[in-house]
């Protein structure tokens, strides 16, 4: 443990010499513990999914307090009705600004921020380590500012409090490298999983935006964490979805091209989001540091003003989403809470207010898919349907246009409302939408903050748009057709002096290839009769074989040790497609390149 | 240190680890249920002060800050029925038709079958105009369940259905409902069938209605209003007869001008009626004659008043023709040839008719004999006695 950054708990835990013998043997508690050995024994692999499990219960547990702390705080501060007095929308918000800007800069540096980035910068650059110490800070942080009104959400800070809670516990566990860059992702699909009410979203948003991998060993630990973290949230307050949709029916195929209108709409605004937030987030950083203890103030105050008029675009927003969804605003009113939602979340987000931005980005999406489908019902009635379907689908149209995310939040529409049938116009929606952004925008949001912060954190989405080189992207067809297993010496000379091939291929009626260079074919001409077979000389050859859709990569690893390969059909290890080699799979990346 | 050693230590420090994680994690769990627990009671305080607010908003008639306040409630239990209901109402009582519409929509899903909210669509769908919707929302709500006085809400219902269906001239519809209504209706509650006996009469169901009346008036004879209504029942359906029967019976209970005005009326109806049963043609043959010289002298007040009231398209030559027909007529007009010839009687009482119509449109309507007169040649009309 020669790491300078050490976590204090991590640095407490007993050391193997100084105290596991004489616990084991002496200390009456655990003495069963030593009498029972195969009691407890877990494989590694075992235990971390124990361990997910445990962590999924931390984490839903730490969630609903969360949660809980937030509403008393909400409660306290700004009082049980949805419009507070104009007082204290004023005030609230910049006072606790302060507050909170001070604590950031002070105890909890590390939580600024949504807390996607910082989970994954745990992943990629702090082999899995998150202290613990931010885990209290995202706690006490968040709950006042998106208590006191900031236009932020609880989910991301929720996805980093997971992660920390299992990177503590994986700490505690002495768990390997490896493993331990993993538990960071396993207890943000618990925090998430949580927050959202919503396991298969959290777990995609996971693997999408974090990992990146669909790994059988994370897969499971993450699906285990997210359900047992799902459970226990919805075991202290309730299982019902998120939202409560009316019913939704595709009433005709022309809808769909209202829908198709919401996801250019969204696209362009989730752009226009980003747009904002990536112009104005480094502004506000390379100000002088005595500012960052105002800067949270400033923007709660300028909240304040918001919401003296637009009370619905301050704290998370749940409940006004599902009063759009329940046709209860008309599409200018739907329209004007939309824009004043994005203007107040880039004022928390960008001042360094600790929170996160899923709840203001499907409140924002709401909204406008509300508008647009009052808009289009009020000129179109008989093509578009009531506000409701849109509102619900914007919610995933504009998440899919800022997060980048474009499978997670089609699961998420689903889940957090627990209606299936709109899943055909959000498909539709979130593709345009998500097309859009990824068009004028290369780097996703989350990639883009990283960069502000000065990480080069992997890109999920580069990656998954990445070339893969196949091995058919590389071979070339042999100068001359493979030898059998039949020819005799003589016959391979002859071959050898037509072809301009280093190795000759000989093929084996069994589907089994070797080869031989021309050095070798001398030397065994030299030694055997010139009607000697191929199979006599080559009894024990044996050559890998490749096939056309293997990854390149992959090809790398098997050709060590030869000079070529050759590459089969699927369909027959007998019939040859190319032959690949060393300098083929070089010049291939160099293409590329 | 071996890794024999190793393995031991690690295997201890998980063990110690994992048992130290599931003991913080009964804790944990415990002070999550206390928090959590307390937090679903003040929620629970929350709606329930929200929605009391909000229904004393919507008794004083404020339904804007009623929505406002059962919104707040619904914040703090997003699923609870009553207070969804409440807002569709309040939001229904604001004019805010769509919004009422979505809430109750989506409660009707989850419970199709109760009343109060297919009775609220029902509500809805009439001020958006579907009548179709409304007439299937009524109907939904007389079958539905209701918690409190099933029996009650239901007649309510239908008396909206019914009111419903006759503002819609879908007379055949709502004489449906109304039969419907009657059957359900507990002999013995006079008040409801006097309800019942009013909507029969608007239906145009005059005989159901006297019916009805009369079934009340059983209960109560003595209901100088329902003597009344019976009484008037019987004009309009011709039976003037019984109508004086109910008519001064209601006068003798409880003297009242309109009811005077009426029997008054009926007896004049009753003295001049040439066709009353049991006449012999020898009155009936003197009535006709006062009734034909009483239309003359109408006929002749009314063009000697100089027609000043003639309606758009009556002309001069319509007084000028019902002139000449009548003193065709009364040339052959005797009470000797009045008792002989009861076709003569009955034209007679037509020209009366036609005069009378033609008078009331050129100088506004008779009173008193006149409109008598008018009366039995309608009831008349067409008849051959």
């Known amino acids: 443990m020669s790491d300078p950054n050490l976590p204090v708990d991590e640095a407490q835990a007993p050391t193997s010499t100084e105290t596991a013998p004489s616990a084991a043997t002496n200390g009456s508690g655990t003495k069963w513990l030593s009498l029972r050995p195969h009691l407890f024994t877990l494989s590694e692999g075992n235990l971390f999914l124990l361990l997910a499990i445990i962590i999924g219960m931390f984490s839903g547990m730490a969630v609903v307090c969360f949660r809980i702390t937030i509403e008393w705080i909400r409660l306290a501060l700004l009082g049980s009705a949805l419009a507070p007095p104009p007082l204290r929308v004023l005030l609230v918000p910049a006072g606790v600004g302060l507050v909170v800007a001070f604590l950031v800069q002070k105890f909890f540096t590390g939580a600024r921020g949504s807390g996607v980035n910082q989970t994954k910068a745990a992943v990629y ?141 969204s696209g362009v605004l989730s752009l226009a989001f980003t747009k904002i937030i990536a112009y104005f987030r480094p502004k506000l950083r390379a100000l002088p540091e005595w ?65 996160g931005m899923f709840a203001p980005t499907l409140f924002i999406g709401a909204m406008i898919g509300g508008a647009i489908g009052g808009l289009e019902h009020h000129f179109f009635p008989q093509v578009s349907a009531s506000v409701a379907p849109f509102a619900l689908v914007g919610m995933g149209t504009f998440f899919a246009g800022f997060m980048r995310v474009p499978i997670t ?18 498909m539709i929606s979130n593709t345009i939408a998500y097309l859009i952004s990824r068009k004028y925008q290369d780097v996703a949001l989350f990639d883009l903050l990283a960069k502000q912060d000065n990480m080069e954190l992997p890109s999920m989405e580069e990656e998954r748009e990445q070339i893969v080189l196949l091995v058919e992207d590389a071979m070339r067809k042999p100068d001359s057709p493979p030898l059998q297993a039949s020819d005799t010496l003589a016959r391979a000379l002859e071959v050898a002096e037509a072809s301009t091939e280093d190795v000759l291929l000989v093929r084996f009626p069994t589907g089994r290839w070797a080869g031989m260079t021309r050095k070798d074919l001398h030397a065994m001409a030299a030694g055997h009769s010139n009607e000697t077979q191929l199979r006599e000389v080559l009894s024990t050859a044996r050559l890998p074989v490749l096939h056309p859709d293997q990854r390149l990569d992959d090809a790398l690893r098997f050709i060590q040790g030869h000079e070529v ?6 369909a027959g290890s007998r019939k040859l497609e190319g032959v690949l080699s060393l300098p083929d799979i070089l010049t291939a990346y160099q293409k590329t390149a | 240190m071996t890794s024999e050693t190793e393995n031991i230590v690690s295997r201890y420090v998980q063990r110690r680890v994992l048992l130290s994680s599931l003991l913080f994690l009964v804790m944990f769990f415990v002070i999550t249920a206390a928090l959590a627990r307390s937090y679903h009671a003040r929620e629970e305080s929350l709606v329930l002060e929200w929605f009391q607010k909000g229904n004393a908003e919507l008794a004083n008639g404020k339904p804007a800050l009623a929505i406002e306040d059962f919104r707040n409630s619904l914040s703090y239990g997003p699923e609870n029925s009553q207070v969804q209901l409440r807002l569709a109402e309040a939001l229904l009582a604001d004019g805010r038709f769509t919004e009422a519409r979505s809430y109750l929509v989506n409660l009707w899903e989850r419970a199709p079958g109760s009343g109060e909210v297919n009775l609220d669509l029902a509500h809805v769908s009439m001020q958006t105009g579907d009548v179709d919707q409304t007439t299937r929302y009524y109907r939904a709500a007389i079958l539905a369940s209701w918690e409190k006085e099933p029996a009650l809400q239901r007649r309510k219902v239908r008396l909206e259905l019914c009111e419903f269906l006759l503002a819609h001239r879908m007379t055949n519809e709502a004489q449906a409902e109304i039969a419907g209504l009657a059957a359900d209706t507990p ?49 309009e359906d011709g039976d003037y007869l019984k109508a004086e029967a109910y008519f001064s019976k209601s006068d003798r209970e409880n003297p009242n001008p309109e009811i005077h005005a009426s029997l008054l009326l009926v007896r004049e109806i009753l003295g001049n009626d040439p066709f009353l049963a049991g006449l012999s043609d020898d009155e009936q043959a003197r009535r006709s004659l006062r009734d034909f010289d009483l239309g003359l002298q109408r006929l002749r007040s009314c063009a000697a008043s100089g027609n000043a009231g003639l309606s758009p398209g009556q002309s001069q030559s319509e007084f000028q023709l019902l002139n000449k027909d009548a003193q065709d007529m009364q040339k052959r007009v005797t009470l000797r040839s009045l008792s002989r010839d009861p076709d003569l009687r009955n034209e007679a009482l037509e020209l009366v008719s036609r005069i009378e119509d033609a008078a009331a449109r050129g100088c506004g309507p008779g009173t008193g004999l006149d409109q008598a007169l008018k009366l039995i040649a309608k009831r008349h009309e067409g008849n051959n006695p």
């Open chain 1, 409 to 426: 939040s089609v699961f998420m529409v689903v889940e957090t409302t627990g209606s299936y049938s709109i899943v055909l116009p959000v």
């Open chain 1, 125 to 265: 650059v702090f082999d899995g380590y998150v202290p613990f110490r931010t885990v209290i800070g995202k706690f006490l942080t968040c709950s006042l500012a998106i208590g006191s009104g900031q236009s932020l959400g609880p989910e991301d800070p929720s996805l980093q409090m997971g992660a920390g809670i299992a990177s503590a516990l994986g700490r505690r566990l002495k768990l390997s490298r490896d493993r331990l860059r993993l538990i960071a992702p396993v207890g943000a699909a618990a925090g998430l999983a949580a927050a959202f009410n919503a396991p298969i979203s959290a777990v995609l948003f996971v693997i999408e935006e974090v990992i990146g991998t669909w790994s059988a060993s994370a897969l499971g630990a993450i699906v285990l964490a997210a359900v047992s973290s799902a459970v226990v949230m919805r075991s202290f307050l309730g299982g019902e979805p998120m939202f409560r949709v009316p019913a939704y029916t595709l009433g005709h195929p022309a809808e769909l091209i209202a829908y198709a209108v919401l996801g250019v709409v």
């Open chain 2, 187 to 235: 002999t013995g509650d006079g008040i409801l069938l006097e309800e019942n006996g009013r909507l029969f009469l608007r239906g145009g169901e005059p005989s159901k209605a006297l019916a009805e009346f009369e079934a009340a008036l059983r209960i109560n004879p003595r209901q100088s209003q329902w003597l009344g209504d019976a009484g008037q029942v019987a004009f």
């Open chain 1, 565 to 570: 390969l050759p590459v089969v059909s699927r």
């Open chain 1, 291 to 355: 500012t960052h203890y105002f800067q949270p103030a400033v923007a709660g105050l300028l909240i304040g003003f918001v919401g003296l008029r637009v009370p619905q675009s301050m704290g998370t927003g749940y409940s006004y989403i599902d009063q759009a969804l329940h046709s209860q605003y008309t599409w200018q009113f739907l329209a004007i809470l939309g824009f004043a939602k994005i203007l107040t979340t880039s004022l928390s987000f960008v001042s360094g207010t600790p929170g």
